[in-house]
Structures are given as structure tokens and as C-alpha cells.
């Protein structure tokens, strides 16, 4: 009886500690598509991020974070996080759309509407952020490039 104990928390030891549960989204093809159903998205810069938005981008493993050229709102990011750097990143995010929404006010209080409605969501250590008319027919072609 000892030994099959044994032998079952070796095997739940062995089951748990594997990396079955690895998440990884290609952020490359994501973002292409994501551009082909968007209009005028272009890629925010390194120094807009961390000067006007207050962001660390060297919090970040990977990502693409675009917004709309036009007044309209629309925007997306896809960021890998180390796992340490989660929830500050979370935090730091949360406080660019505060910045978006103060900004919005002054021309579109439509786009303060879609910020305010914005789909935010985590899968693995990727944190996904869509803005748009239709955040979930957006984050389906997001969720095509999890495996």
C-alpha cells in the first residue's frame, strides 16, 4: 500500500510540474490580422509609451501595442509579461487609459465610451487589450494565434 502511494504522488508530482499548460500567442500574426480588420492603426512608440503613458517597456518581453491615426478610439495591445511583472503592468496599463480617457474628452466623447468599455484579459503571461466597436469579434482572431 506504501509503495502504490508513493507511486500515485510521483505521478501527480510528475503531471504537475510539466509545462502542459504553456501559453504561447504569436504576436506578430495576431497583430497582422488584427490590422486587416482595423482601419489606420499605427504602432505607438517606445517614447510615446513611457513619456505621454508612463509605461516601462522594459516591464515587457514582447508586444504590439497600435492605436487608430483617426479620432475614433480604436486600439489594441498584446504584451507578454514575466510573471513578477504582471500585475504592475496591469497597473501601469490601467493608468494609460485614465491618460486616453482625459485625452478623449477634449474631441470624442464616443471614444471615451470604447475606452471605458474596453476588453482587458489575460491568458498565460500575454495581457490583451482591445478597443474598438466590437471588442470580442476582435479578441476571437486574437484567440486564433493562442496555442
Known amino acids: 500500500m506504501k509503495k502504490v502511494l508513493i507511486a500515485l504522488f510521483a505521478v501527480v508530482l510528475l503531471c504537475g510540474c510539466s509545462n502542459n499548460n504553456v ?14 480588420k482595423y482601419q ?14 508612463q509605461l516601462d517597456t522594459n516591464l ?30 496591469q497597473d501601469k496599463m490601467n ?4 491618460i486616453l480617457e482625459n485625452q478623449s474628452n ?14 482587458s484579459t489575460s491568458v498565460g503571461n500575454y495581457l490583451i487589450y482591445i ?6 469579434s476582435y479578441y476571437e482572431i486574437v484567440k486564433g494565434f493562442i496555442n
Open 23 to 36: 501559453t504561447n500567442l504569436d504576436i506578430n500574426k495576431a497583430s497582422s490580422s488584427l490590422d486587416s
Open 40 to 53: 489606420n492603426m499605427q504602432t505607438m512608440n517606445k517614447d510615446e509609451l513611457e513619456v505621454i503613458y
Open 60 to 89: 515587457f518581453e514582447e508586444y504590439t501595442i497600435k492605436s487608430s491615426s483617426s479620432a475614433n478610439g480604436d486600439f489594441y495591445a498584446i504584451i507578454k509579461v514575466k510573471d513578477e511583472n504582471k500585475k504592475q503592468v
Open 95 to 98: 493608468n494609460m487609459f485614465k
Open 106 to 119: 477634449l474631441y470624442s466623447p464616443e471614444a471615451v465610451s470604447k475606452i471605458k468599455n474596453r476588453l
Open 131 to 136: 478597443i474598438s466597436n466590437d471588442n470580442n
